[in-house]
């Protein structure tokens, strides 16, 4: 088989590697530690489309890079960037914890004569924060630059034309964006049902997000440091 024939081959085999990279722990885990915040499918599935595109902005820039200087990442600079990655876990986990303690998804309730007894009148709601786009946006980029490394020397050693090593590079980054977009659809299905159904279950599964991404951060980050 010639190159030319194998480079359908090739290049479509990047999409679907994309879509098995949004797969990594890491990433779900900070998707789900965003999307812990929202009660909406919809806005979740944002969540995800936000950090697809942050997640190949950073990979396509640095493809480019590598391809156009003709040099590898620096490991340690791989590693401090996946340490990077683990603390940021951390922090999204930890806002995600002092968010359910503090109540800030509130309840209160309205009554029309405060002193009386409930009527028609008295009800419950909650508020919800919105979700800054920018956020999901940044921690896609983190890890994108995190994960460039081992892309790039693959890109670099195995594609000879710079042109079709960036269109690899944008056909891997798409296939991240379409599954991670749709696993944070899958992620928020649990908060939404339970934000409907059962409002306490809802807080519950907020905190399994919260504790999950602080402990797995942990974890990510000293390994990447001891590395």
């Known amino acids: ?43 979740s599935y944002r969540v995800g489309l936000f950090w697809g595109l942050g997640h190949s902005a950073a990979l396509f820039l640095a493809s480019a890079f590598v391809l156009a200087v003709r040099s590898r990442i620096p ?24 968010r359910i303690l503090r109540g800030r998804v509130r309840k209160h309730v309205h009554e029309s004569d405060p002193g009386s007894l409930p009527d028609p009148g ?20 983190v890890h994108g630059l995190a994960g460039s490394g081992a892309l790039t020397l693959l890109v670099l050693t195995t594609i000879v034309s710079p042109w079709v090593g960036l269109f690899y590079v944008l056909l891997f980054g798409l296939g991240t964006l379409a599954g991670m977009a749709a696993m944070s659809t899958l992620l928020a299905l649990p908060f939404a049902l339970a ?3 059962a409002p306490a279950l809802a807080s519950a599964v907020q905190l399994v997000a919260a504790l999950g991404s602080i402990g797995y951060g942990a974890l990510y980050a000293l390994r990447a440091m001891g590395s």
């Open 75 to 98: 490991e340690s600079f791989s590693s401090t960037l996946e340490a990077l990655v683990g603390l940021m876990l951390v922090a999204l986990g930890t806002d995600l914890l002092v």
């Open 122 to 141: 008295h009800h419950e709601h909650e508020h919800f924060v919105p979700q800054p786009w920018g956020r999901p946006f940044l921690v896609g980029l």
């Open 195 to 197: 934000a409907r159904r």
């Open 1 to 43: 088989m010639q190159v030319t024939d194998a480079l359908p081959i090739t290049l479509g085999l990047g999409f679907v590697l994309g879509m098995r990279h949004s797969l990594d722990a890491d990433h779900l885990v900070a998707v789900a530690a965003i999307a812990g915040r929202e009660r909406s499918i919809r806005r």
